[in-house]
């Protein structure tokens, strides 16, 4: 089945980039599937980032826009996270997702991750 | 607005039913995802679509919806279900969306 592992520094400086990946084993980053980031800071609720398709469409948070890039390599099957100019308020476990999205009979829609990668910590700090 | 709203915590009786809500202009659109999280662990989804239950999810789980609202109903609460959950759904404009998250007490 497919699993998801997050790689990246678990420490990042004030005002720097943190930088994530996410590899995808057992399945292809080219399937029907939307791939997504998804961030949980210390004692908080969980907030989605943003998401890529394969072909490279991505949707941001308007939140983190400005500062996030998603990206694909599908040569290597990874996706990939940076967000620009961080502060303490970025500090969190950063969790890949597989999405499930489409639409029923009845023009009702659905959204969903199925398969979760198990998160990395990403401290910022001097 | 794209926000989905949760009650902050709700308790249930061993083998009770509890129901978790969610509320949101999004949902009239999208049925709700649910995720159970249990501390130090990522979330696991536990409902999608109109009431889907992913392999492995027991059938006391189930999920249904009416206007803006979506709702977790867990049948018969056991020990291991006491969690946070959270609702999830995407919103016209194409942004996801997680709920605030309901952290549930099994008595």
């Known amino acids: 089945q497919v699993q998801l592992q997050e790689s990246g520094p678990g420490l990042v400086k004030p005002s720097g980039t943190l930088s994530l990946t996410c590899a995808v084993s057992?399945?292809?980053?080219?399937?029907?599937?939307?791939w997504s980031w998804v961030r949980q800071p210390p004692g908080k609720g969980l907030e989605w980032i943003g998401e890529i398709y394969h072909s490279g469409s991505t949707n941001y948070n308007p939140s983190l826009k400005s500062r996030v890039t998603i990206s694909v390599d599908k040569s290597k099957n990874q996706f990939s996270l940076k967000l620009s100019s961080v502060t303490a308020a970025d500090t969190a476990v950063y969790y890949c997702a597989r999405v499930g999205v489409g639409a029923t009979y009845t023009n009702y829609y659905y959204y969903y991750m199925d398969v979760w990668g198990k998160g990395t910590t990403v401290t910022v700090s001097s | 607005s794209s926000e989905l709203t949760q009650d902050p915590a709700v308790s249930v009786a061993l083998g009770q039913t509890v129901r978790i809500t969610c509320q949101g202009d999004?949902?009239?659109?999208?049925?709700a995802s649910w995720y159970q999280q249990k501390p130090g662990q990522a979330p696991v989804l536990v409902i999608y679509g109109k009431n889907n239950r992913p392999s492995g999810i027991p059938d006391r789980f189930s999920g249904s919806s009416s206007g803006n609202t979506a709702s977790l109903t867990i049948t018969g609460a056991q020990a291991e279900d006491e969690a946070d959950y959270y609702c999830n759904s995407r919103d016209s404009s194409g942004k996801g969306v997680f709920g605030t998250g309901t952290k549930v007490t099994v008595l």
């Open positions: 999004s949902l009239r659109s999208y049925y």
């Open positions: 057992g399945g292809s980053i080219s399937s029907s599937n939307w």
